[in-house]
């Protein structure tokens, strides 16, 4: 199939901003819990009225110290409950929000800051400011910086308390749908992050369809409310997505985590007792193995890889049976997976807070065998697809017919479209207008309206998307972060005794690099050293060398943020050519041939690094 079209089930209203939301709640149901924040280490909860006010009382406080209509604002933290303040805060007086990483360094923070003109940033402790700092005097317009730490939002509230309410209400309702929302760097394939423009109707189109068609997950029931707890980064479309969609239900707790480490995450996972989770692959791959690797250590390993299989054969049959190719799972299977329910999946159920059931997984793929064993566990993974030009989710996996390894359907209001080259095509109400100051970019990648991804994909017969592959060459983390690898390979190549760097990581925990020496550098280097000339076998576990092109890996890590950077390396014995099959003629690198041929050596990196 070429092409595939869900209906709308939600129209974007034609007035008004995101921040209405909030008063919305407010005024039709002040006691609803709409967040749940965590104060010296114990969760609140905040009421519809109280987040209102909040936003109201910061709202007049940035208008107090100069923020005005269309203004843009840098927001560099980690996924906390005062990010979600400070952006309806902002959308509140028609200003727009720039995410940046809080482990940008320096030089990306002054691009997005610069590129975006932004004239203040809230940053949350000492280290980003000073990260700011660094950079500030290139930065003609930024003319403040809060920092969350020291009290920022205490001291705006303050600042503004002089304002009447009605003030901000004049800025809010001068606010269309297709003003700017934010603005969110995507990593530039080549060269600087381009801004992708978002409007308050790209995130409406995106949000309010996905609340309705996931009704089971985003539904509460009078004594049984829906909640999430976000710990994806807010820098992130995905996390953004999340927040505006709880927000905008009015119905869901919505607690942050900034912590993604499994020592400060799982104990907040059973103290918020989340109904439902947004996470990348990596997550709930990291729970799957914590669990196994626990039950190994109590000598219960056979029986955790039987429970496993019988989760994923249960989870299998029933899939069959939605699709109306099977009777579901037999006798003997609901057995099985009745006992297991009490002995295993329970007890991993619990330690995510006992109420989880489903998951939403994006960012890279997720394996088919992963989300069938955690259906089959209890907790439902609707893996879905999309870019931060589409504003998260373009297509998803609808709950009554999960297709596991595939990343579902059009989510309603948006077209899938197969190019001739097998390019995925994307068209809907949450496809970004464009690049901020880059017409050309801009250009290649909006086509009266379709959006062309740079992914490769198929269509099945029921408009199930498959993706294939990249056109181009970024690598997808299994933790969902994009990263270029050029810049990196570069950078460890114009170490003297490197010949050529691969960077590998696609759908893996970390970034990591395959290295070839060149030759006559290195005959040259022992011979400086006083050290016999050796074999490629023995130089390759030569400690010295090691150290030496470790320098090379440092260097090139200073270029990128803590998640980008190339964690571990493997020095190779051949160089890659072009008689090999790994080079073309003009020495550009064959990844996939690359990847294909040390196999082996790429396993090794994952596996004892």
């Known amino acids: 199939m070429r092409e595939f079209t869900v209906p709308p089930l939600v129209t974007a209203p034609p007035v008004g901003g995101l921040a209405d939301a909030v008063f919305t709640n407010a005024a039709e149901a002040p006691d609803q819990v709409v967040l749940g924040r965590k104060v010296d280490g114990v969760w609140h909860d905040v009421t519809a009225a109280q987040f209102r006010d909040e936003v109201l009382a910061l709202a007049k406080g940035l208008l107090a110290d100069g923020v005005r209509f269309g203004d843009r604002v840098g927001i560099m933290a980690r996924t906390r409950y005062e990010w979600t303040l400070f952006d309806f805060a902002l ?37 980003h400011a000073m990260t700011i700092g660094a950079v500030v005097d290139q930065l003609p317009h930024l003319t403040r910086l809060w920092q969350l730490d020291a009290g920022a939002v205490d001291e705006l509230m303050a600042a503004g308390a002089y304002l009447d309410d009605e003030v901000v209400d004049r800025h809010r309702v001068a606010i269309t749908p297709d003003a700017i929302a934010t603005i969110i760097y995507t990593s530039g394939t080549t060269g600087r992050p381009k801004g992708c423009l978002l409007t308050h109707a790209n995130f409406m189109a995106e949000c309010d369809n996905i609340v309705e068609r996931w009704e089971p997950v985003f539904h509460s029931k009078p ?4 909640s999430t707890l976000l710990f994806l980064p807010l820098a992130h479309v995905f996390g953004r997505m999340v927040e505006v969609a709880a927000i905008r239900s009015g119905r ?37 193995h ?18 496993a299989e019988v989760a994923i054969r249960y989870a299998e049959a029933q899939e069959h049976k939605a699709f109306g190719t099977g009777p579901g799972p037999g006798a003997g299977l609901r057995m099985a997976h009745q006992v297991y329910d009490k002995l295993v999946y329970a007890k991993m159920r619990e330690a995510l807070g006992g109420r989880l059931r489903h998951g939403m997984s994006g960012g890279s793929g997720m394996e088919r065998r992963l989300g069938l064993f955690f259906a089959g566990a ?17 297509t998803a996996n609808p709950p009554e017919q999960t297709r596991f390894g595939t ?9 899938v479209h197969i190019a001739d080259d097998g390019e995925v095509w994307l068209y809907g109400g949450q496809i970004f207008s464009g690049y901020l100051n880059n017409p050309k970019a801009t250009d290649e990648a909006l086509h009266d309206g379709w959006l062309a991804t740079g992914d490769l994909g198929m269509l099945d017969e029921q408009g199930y998307l498959t993706i294939t592959g990249r056109k181009k060459e970024i690598l997808v983390t299994s933790g969902g972060k994009s990263v270029s690898p050029a810049p990196l390979e570069e950078r460890v190549r114009a170490h003297p005794l490197v010949a050529q760097c691969v960077v590998v990581g696609n759908d893996r925990p970390f970034i990591a690099a395959l290295v070839t020496l060149d030759p006559e550098a290195v005959s040259h280097w022992l011979t400086m050293r006083g050290k016999p000339q050796m074999t490629p076998a023995d130089l390759v576990r030569d400690k010295d060398l090691e150290m030496e092109v470790r320098r090379a890996v440092v260097a090139a890590n200073t270029l990128v943020s803590q998640a980008e950077s190339i964690r571990t390396f493997r020095i190779l014995a051949a160089q890659f050519s072009e008689e090999k099959g790994l080079l073309t003629p003009s020495l550009k690198l064959k990844r996939k041939a690359i990847e294909k041929t040390y196999t082996a050596e790429i396993e090794a990196l994952y596996h004892h690094g």
């Open 407 to 415: 990343v579902g359907q059009p989510i309603p209001g948006t077209t």
């Open 223 to 226: 004594g049984d409310q829906a």
């Open 378 to 394: 209890g907790i439902t993974v609707y893996e879905g697809y999309g870019l931060t030009e589409s504003t998260a989710a373009a």
């Open 252 to 288: 869901v707790r919505l607690g942050h985590q900034p912590s993604l480490a499994a020592a400060e995450l799982i104990p907040d996972l059973a103290a918020f007792k989340p109904t439902f989770v947004l996470a990348v692959p990596y997550v709930f791959e990291k729970v799957f």
């Open 290 to 307: 914590s669990a196994r690797r626990k039950a190994e250590l109590s000598g219960k390993l056979g029986a955790f890889d039987k429970a």
């Open 91 to 127: 959308w509140s007086i028609g200003a727009q929000s720039v995410p940046v990483y809080p482990t940008s360094s320096s030089d990306q923070v002054r691009w997005m800051l610069h590129d975006s003109g932004a004239v203040a940033c809230m940053v949350e402790h000492e280290d």
